[in-house]
């Protein structure tokens, strides 16, 4: 009988599963890093790139417009998830919006 080939996605998945088993049992020990976010974001400057108005920037991306003003005008900084979040939007905009348009 001929083995069955996996496919490179299949092969990976495997070799994940395996190294999550490994990892529970204490066997292995994975590779952590830590996140450096910056302690400013450029909230206008990523709206304007996109070419969104306040309120149509909020309401994509599911901020309130008060807080994207305040951000903007300086009365606020984001919180860390925020800041976060609004880099994934100013790098992978097109990958939050897949993401967010089954979330509904």
Known sequence: ?????HSALGRRLITSAKEM???????????????RLPPQVDV??????LKLSQTQFARRFGFS????????QGRRKPETAARAYLLVIARETKAVD???????
Do not use: F, N, S, T
Request: proline share 2%; charged share 35%; net charge positive.
């Open 21 to 35: 088993v490994a990892h529970a049992k204490g066997e292995l020990k994975l590779q952590e890093y830590e996140v």
């Open 44 to 49: 206008l400057a990523i709206r304007q790139r």
């Open 1 to 5: 009988m001929k083995a069955k080939r």
């Open 65 to 72: 417009p008060r807080a994207v003003q305040d951000w903007e």
């Open 98 to 104: 897949r993401a967010l348009r089954g979330a509904a």
